[in-house]
């Protein structure tokens, strides 16, 4: 596939050279197994590698190698970061707009490109492409469309056309089970921001001349900041067509256009003005500065007890339970102090359909360093509000780490060597206090005084914005102080402590 210059002398021996060469947004060798080395992945006369070398093209001419971002989904557009050699991101099926539109945004000097199938952009992927369209991003999708699901053998999609057979429709598509096919550049152009919109066809030369153009533009409007561009190619795929490649490709011109009309549907390049997003959030390390707070002047605390020094504070939290106790709560309010106090924070819930009595978890991290994720595998405080959950997770609690429990007496075979346990019926002490719920509360004030690395003031500051009512405010208040002697007088030996 390398670059190649052809000599050749003509009947008046004037020399002449021609030369064919690679599109340069083209790798210059394919990496795959070494039998498989002189084909690439698509079939004989498939429209993937004809699509590739418009876009490799496109690329080119516009000097844009260094700055674009190709986001391939599932599907044959897999491929496309064995061939590009530009940035690549593989996105789940039907992500590509999604993903695109945050690679897009977060860096807005790239150029980001969506490359589509028909099943993976209509089908699986059809709110991610309505909603990018609507709200105008400004990144290019190519969505190449085949008539029918192909990496996976053949399957019925919302483009194969009324009476075309499928492993799924074997006797032909039907409107009355299958619906009619979706017409996408239609559908999109009725949306008022997309600003160029077009169906093309690989079904002859002029036809492939005249997609190539349209690619183009469709990359330029974006290298012009003016803001969505769709171009829908009509593509033929012979082997799950079972045709050959020449018949796939007189199928693509004499009877998929026929549903699919190719055309421009529309085109508001002239009066579109470059995109303006509103300003961009705020780096995280000037979030402290804006909230007018110093994270390191927050107290040493007793993060040594958690296995590190203050300086490195790393603060990784699950809290668990059921459904209704407040887990999540529980984990906002210390996630919400921390941003209060200047850390790096995150939360993370994660809980099942149930409103109640199911259960629920969060993940919670608070950090002096920029948090790489937000999962919490390994906890160094389990807040564990039930005998279900503390079985759950209590094998993740490293050497070193906290486990606090609700439940008077901690199950023996839970207890592990290394790892500190503060047992209380957190629920009784709490209805005592006048609110079973405030149990939750309690565990955070047993957490924050183990801890003891956020300023009261900013837990209560959280409180306050995150439980609106002041009736449920005082008795948790109430509840956070509480939780907090509980755990001193731990230390005494009034509660269970290994
Ligand atoms: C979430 C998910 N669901 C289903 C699949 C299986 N799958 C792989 S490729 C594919 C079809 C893609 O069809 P299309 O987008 O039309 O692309 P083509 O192969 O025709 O180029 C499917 C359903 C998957 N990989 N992931």
Known sequence: MSSETISALNETDCEYTVTHSKA??????????????????????CGHGIVHK????????????NKTILVGPVGCSVFTYYYFDVGNIQAAHGRAP????????SRPESIVIGYQGDGDLSAIGAAEILHAANRGENITIVFVNNAIYSMTGG?????????????????GRSAATEGYPLHVSELLATLEAPVYIERVGLGNNKQIAQATRAVRRAVENQVRGLGFSLIEVLSPCPTIWKMQPVDAQHWVR??????????????????????????????LSEIPKILGVDSESLPEGNA????????????????????????LLMGEVLAEA????????????????????????????????????????????????????????????????????????????????GVHVLACEFTQIANELGNARASNMLMLGALLEITGVLPEASVDAALRRLVKNPRFVEVNERALARGRELYKES??????TI
């Open 24 to 45: 340069k947004a083209f790798y210059e060798t394919y990496e795959r197994k070494e039998e498989l080395q002189h084909q690439t992945h698509f079939c004989p006369g």
């Open 491 to 496: 230390i005494e030996g009034v509660a269970h």
């Open 98 to 105: 999604a993903v695109a539109t945050g690679v897009r945004r």
């Open 304 to 327: 040594h007890v958690l296995g590190h020094r203050a300086k490195e504070l790393d603060l990784r939290v699950r809290v668990a339970g059921f459904g209704g106790q407040g887990v």
């Open 338 to 417: 921390g941003l209060d106090a200047g850390l790096e924070v995150s939360w993370l819930p994660s809980y099942g359909p149930e409103m109640r009595s199911g259960t629920s978890n969060c993940h919670v991290r608070l950090s002096r360093q920029p948090i790489d994720s937000p999962l919490v595998t390994q906890p160094n405080v389990l807040v564990a509000m039930n005998e279900p959950s503390l079985r759950k997770f209590y094998a993740n609690v490293p050497s070193g780490g906290w486990i606090v429990y609700n439940g008077e007496t901690f199950p023996a075979d839970c207890e592990r060597e």
């Open 54 to 65: 418009m876009l490799a093209r496109a690329i080119d001419e516009l000097g844009i190698q």
């Open 155 to 171: 399957q019925v999609a919302p483009t194969t056309l009324l009476g075309q057979k499928s492993s799924t429709t074997p006797n």
């Open 254 to 283: 004499d009877v998929m256009e026929k549903t699919f009309p190719l055309g421009v549907f529309c085109d508001r390049t002239k009066e579109a003005q470059p995109r303006q997003l509103p300003e961009a959030a705020p780096e």
